[in-house]
């Protein structure tokens, strides 16, 4: 559940207007090149979390196959993934709240990370029912939109591509964001019940439903509107719903738009603050970021801290801009993480793998170097802003530590 929550809530939602410019009416077939890249890395996530289930993730999986040093960095980047996705969607959160309240967007977004901050605080069994709750919530106004849309079939050319392939695979590297989620539940390997056999589960499970729902709205939302009233819409929920059900149904798909935001924000401040945490543990980060209240056992420093940078990050940028910057950082993450599998497969052949990526030509498995490809030709289809900013978030987390002296 939290992984559907995350992956629907953080793309479909916030940013169907930036990529509707860039594939036209074939955004659904973007939305496939983008799920079938994502397998590769998600299968990759499956068998590293089955060999290793540690809320230090993707820290853990590198550094066992690269070393401390390494496997910091990639620690670093994907904290910093999560906070920034986090800032992202509080953004598109804000964006809705706009369009309903008429308050400027930053201070709804600023407002949501606090108020989220704290529940998190609270305890991990409160966050994970408004989780639960939310992500119905958030799926049932994806199902509205597809059903909506069904009248509306055959309106529109879905092959028309303004900016022909190029367009799709640039909206393909954008549309990854969408499925930022399925990695983030590894994080929650310390607090799930048989986390080696469970969390691979949930991983493929979160992918394969969110891909067919991402697939049947996207071909909705352009039946409905066409590409270009899609085209950078700041709500575009709402403005399906307004011509399809009229000022009720536009409503009714804001507030539903609301609660799926919310909820993405929720589950990465969470999923962020807990590599954190792991990561302290293992003396990678400052001990203080380790603390866990002594009445709420939660990891209070690391939600404060994950939550500050989180509202600072919202000041820096626009929702496309973030989303790139937030890309960056998964697809340098990815290609480790698809290298570590390949190198543990001949460094520690023995290691018991409960999940193992199918596909193999002997140690070699073939969908993690697909995987590893696929997400070096991605990266570069990304905003170069997006770039720049990630890879001095990159350097930095070098920087961080060749000080702290991790080897």
Same mark, same amino acid.
């Given at each position: 559940?939290?992984?559907?929550?995350?992956?629907?809530?953080?793309?479909?939602?916030?940013?169907?207007?930036?990529?509707?410019?860039?594939?036209?009416?074939?955004?659904?077939?973007?939305?496939?090149?983008?799920?079938?890249?994502?397998? @590769?890395?998600?299968?990759?996530?499956?068998?590293?979390?089955?060999?290793?289930?540690?809320?230090?993730?993707?820290?853990?999986?590198?550094?066992?196959?690269?070393?401390?040093?390494?496997?910091?960095?990639?620690?670093?980047?994907?904290?910093?993934?999560?906070?920034?996705?986090?800032?992202?969607?509080?953004?598109?959160?804000?964006?809705?709240?706009?369009?309903?309240?008429?308050?400027?967007?930053? =201070?709804?977004?600023?407002?949501?990370?606090?108020?989220?901050?704290?529940?998190?605080?609270?305890?991990?069994?409160?966050?994970?029912?408004?989780?639960?709750?939310?992500?119905?919530?958030?799926?049932?106004?994806?199902?509205?939109? @597809?059903?909506?849309?069904?009248?509306?079939?055959? #309106? &529109?050319?879905?092959?028309?591509?303004?900016?022909?392939?190029?367009?799709?695979?640039?909206?393909?590297?954008?549309?990854?964001?969408? =499925?930022?989620?399925?990695?983030? /539940?590894?994080?929650?390997?310390?607090?799930?019940?048989?986390?080696?056999?469970?969390?691979?589960?949930?991983?493929?499970?979160?992918?394969?439903?969110?891909?067919?729902? =991402? /697939?049947?709205?996207? &071909?909705?939302?352009?039946?409905?509107?066409?590409?270009?009233?899609?085209?950078? #819409?700041?709500?575009?929920?709402?403005?399906?719903?307004?011509?399809?059900?009229?000022?009720?149904?536009?409503?009714?798909?804001?507030?539903?738009?609301?609660?799926?935001?919310?909820?993405?924000?929720?589950?990465?401040?969470?999923?962020?603050?807990?590599?954190?945490?792991?990561?302290?543990?293992?003396?990678?980060?400052?001990?203080?970021? %380790?603390?866990?209240?002594?009445?709420?056992?939660?990891?209070? /420093?690391?939600?404060?801290?994950?939550?500050?940078?989180?509202?600072?990050?919202?000041?820096?940028?626009?929702?496309?801009?973030?989303?790139?910057?937030? #890309?960056?950082?998964?697809?340098?993450?990815?290609?480790?993480? #698809?290298?570590?599998?390949?190198?543990?497969?001949?460094?520690?052949?023995?290691?018991?793998?409960?999940?193992?990526?199918? *596909?193999?030509?002997?140690?070699?498995?073939?969908?993690?170097?697909?995987?590893?490809?696929?997400?070096?030709? *991605?990266?570069?289809?990304?905003?170069?802003?997006?770039?720049?900013?990630?890879?001095?978030?990159?350097?930095?987390?070098?920087?961080?530590?060749? %000080?702290?002296?991790?080897?």
């Amino acid at each position: 559940m939290s992984g559907i929550g995350i992956i629907l809530g953080a793309g479909i939602y916030a940013l169907l207007g930036e990529v509707a410019p860039l594939a036209g009416n074939a955004l659904w077939l973007s939305f496939i090149v983008s799920s079938v890249v994502v397998a @590769f890395t998600a299968l990759s996530y499956a068998e590293l979390s089955s060999l290793f289930p540690s809320a230090a993730a993707e820290y853990e999986y590198v550094k066992n196959a690269m070393g401390k040093r390494v496997g910091f960095i990639i620690g670093w980047l994907i904290i910093f993934s999560a906070i920034i996705s986090s800032s992202t969607v509080a953004i598109g959160f804000g964006n809705y709240f706009d369009v309903l309240f008429n308050i400027p967007s930053i =201070y709804t977004a600023i407002a949501l990370i606090a108020v989220l901050s704290l529940l998190l605080f609270i305890g991990i069994k409160q966050s994970a029912w408004v989780a639960i709750i939310f992500t119905a919530i958030e799926a049932l106004g994806l199902l509205i939109i @597809f059903f909506i849309g069904i009248p509306f079939y055959g #309106n &529109v050319n879905y092959l028309e591509m303004p900016l022909g392939l190029n367009g799709v695979l640039s909206a393909a590297a954008l549309i990854f964001f969408a =499925y930022v989620g399925f990695q983030e /539940i590894v994080k929650l390997s310390e607090e799930t019940i048989e986390p080696n056999k469970n969390i691979p589960r949930a991983i493929l499970l979160a992918l394969v439903l969110s891909t067919i729902l =991402y /697939i049947l709205v996207s &071909v909705s939302s352009v039946s409905i509107l066409g590409w270009e009233a899609l085209a950078s #819409n700041q709500a575009p929920f709402s403005q399906i719903a307004m011509v399809a059900l009229g000022p009720n149904g536009a409503l009714l798909l804001s507030i539903i738009a609301l609660f799926a935001t919310s909820n993405t924000v929720l589950l990465m401040l969470l999923a962020g603050s807990r590599v954190v945490y792991g990561m302290a543990e293992f003396h990678a980060l400052p001990a203080v970021l %380790r603390k866990v209240h002594p009445k709420t056992r939660t990891p209070w /420093i690391s939600i404060i801290v994950v939550g500050i940078i989180a509202v600072a990050f919202l000041f820096l940028g626009d929702l496309e801009f973030l989303a790139s910057v937030t #890309n960056y950082t998964l697809f340098f993450s990815f290609i480790f993480i #698809n290298t570590s599998v390949i190198i543990l497969r001949y460094i520690s052949p023995e290691l018991k793998r409960p999940f193992k990526i199918p *596909l193999n030509v002997r140690n070699l498995p073939v969908l993690a170097f697909f995987g590893l490809i696929s997400c070096i030709l *991605l990266l570069f289809q990304l905003n170069w802003d997006g770039i720049l900013l990630g890879i001095i978030i990159t350097i930095i987390g070098i920087v961080f530590t060749f %000080r702290r002296g991790n080897n």
